[in-house]
């Protein structure tokens, strides 16, 4: 679920977020790409980061069908300077379904399909 912002990568940090909790998800982890980089290896990079979004009714309801779907949370999001804007690229929570096709995973999945793709598209009519 990838998008291109003409927003600089603060200001569409700021509106992802924003956003992800509007549909109940809150930042779980947070990986500045470009200062690991630099820190571990002194490499310029550009900015990027990874968001580890988790909305935690929709985890527990997952983690409770099936433990090892803990390898596919939280649902990450990157976002990345490109051009004059912002690439913003979600996971498909759909991916929880094909490592179990369970019933139950594939309810909460859908759910958290839906909640990404209004981001998704909240953030696609920013342009």
């Known amino acids: 679920m990838k998008v291109h912002l003409s927003l600089g990568f603060d200001?569409?940090?700021?509106?992802?977020?924003?956003?992800?909790?509007?549909?109940g998800f809150g930042v779980l982890t947070d990986i500045?790409?470009?200062e690991t980089l630099k820190q571990k290896l002194d490499i310029d990079f550009i900015k990027y980061e990874i968001i580890g979004a988790c909305n935690p009714p929709l985890a527990y309801r997952a983690i409770s069908a099936n433990y090892d779907i803990g390898l596919f949370l939280p649902c990450n999001v990157i976002l990345y300077e490109e051009g004059a804007g912002t690439t913003v690229n979600i996971i498909d929570p759909?991916?929880?379904?094909?490592?179990?096709?369970?019933?139950?995973?594939?309810?909460?999945?859908?759910?958290a399909k839906t909640r990404l793709e209004r981001v998704r598209s909240s953030l696609a009519n920013l342009k």
Do not use: G, W, Y
């Not at 200001?11 to 549909?23: G, H, P, Q, S």
């Open 94 to 111: 759909m991916s929880m379904v094909e490592f179990s096709p369970q019933e139950d995973l594939r309810t909460v999945a859908t759910e």
């Open 32 to 34: 500045n790409v470009k």
């Open 11 to 23: 200001a569409a940090r700021e509106k992802v977020i924003e956003l992800l909790k509007v549909e």
